[in-house]
């Protein structure tokens, strides 16, 4: 699980870089180029982080997610207490 964490943020760091040098191809680097290429860039890493884990839910289990953060949920489904 810790394995996918790393994954989704070097899939995050690898978007982000893509939009930034794809903003600075086309834009140039000036004053209006430099914003719109870090927002591309960000923009790109958002989506991306977005679909990723949007596409680890699994449909069938009900409103199980398979994502990096289910140790949090282990004890989700168990019975609590009334206290």
Do not use: W
């Amino acid at each position: 699980m810790y394995a996918a964490a790393l994954g989704i943020e070097i899939l995050c760091i690898a978007a982000a870089e893509i939009g930034e040098n794809t903003g600075f191809y086309l834009l140039g680097f000036n004053h209006i180029g430099v914003p719109f290429a870090y927002a591309m860039g960000y923009c790109l890493a958002t989506f991306t982080a977005f679909v990723t884990i949007l596409g680890r839910y699994r449909y069938s289990s009900g409103d199980r997610i398979d994502s990096c953060c289910s140790v949090l949920e282990q004890d989700a489904n168990k019975e609590r207490l009334p206290f």
